[in-house]
């Protein structure tokens, strides 16, 4: 396991041959403990920088964090996923199949090649967000709501409303 100084450093550094924005950078001034890591990654402001220059690298995700401490803030990294409730991000290849019943509410994150077949029951609402290459099948009931955006070769089928997007990416980072 890397030391926390030590990972703080290099994901600071890396962040920021990146172009990480301000407001993140404001958050990051001394050492986070790993779920602090987590919890800024998984940020609206993390998870966008994420996006655009795909940052953080996964192999260092993997070696850095322990599964217990990526799943504990919703990330799951090139694995099967099931179960998986509230905000979830799949990175990398993960596959999978999550559930929304009742009044439930998720929110699905799907980069690289994920695959996930999302099925909605009762009165639940799913947002599913892809990107790169990723993938989701969604079945959903009568009175479930489910909305996708998807940007670049994603593509999302199903019982679902379907926006695309756009995302910018610098590639000279």
């Known amino acids: 396991m890397v030391e926390l100084t ?18 993140v950078a404001a958050k990051w001034r001394g050492d986070l403990s790993r779920r602090e890591l987590v919890e800024l990654f998984t940020s609206p402001q993390g998870f966008e920088f994420y996006e655009v220059s795909h940052f953080v690298d996964l192999g260092l995700a993997k070696a850095a964090f322990t599964r217990e401490e990526l799943h504990g803030g919703g990330v799951y ?11 979830v991000y ?8 999550l559930r929304a019943a009742g009044y439930d509410v998720l929110t699905v994150h799907a980069t690289g090649k994920s695959e996930v077949k999302i099925v909605a029951d ?52």
Do not use: P, Q, W, Y
């Open 122 to 173: 009762g009165l639940s609402k799913v947002i599913v967000d892809l990107c790169d290459e990723a993938r989701a099948e969604i079945k959903a009931s009568d009175g479930a709501l489910c909305f996708a955006r998807v940007a670049d070769m994603a593509r999302a089928t199903g019982d679902c409303f379907v926006r695309n997007r756009k995302i910018v990416r610098d590639e000279s980072k």
């Open 6 to 23: 030590e990972l703080n450093k290099a994901l600071r550094d890396a962040a920021t041959g990146r172009g990480m924005c301000e407001a």
């Open 77 to 87: 990294v090139d694995e099967d996923v099931t179960g998986a409730k509230g905000h």
């Open 90 to 97: 799949l990175l990398g290849a993960c596959h999978g199949e």
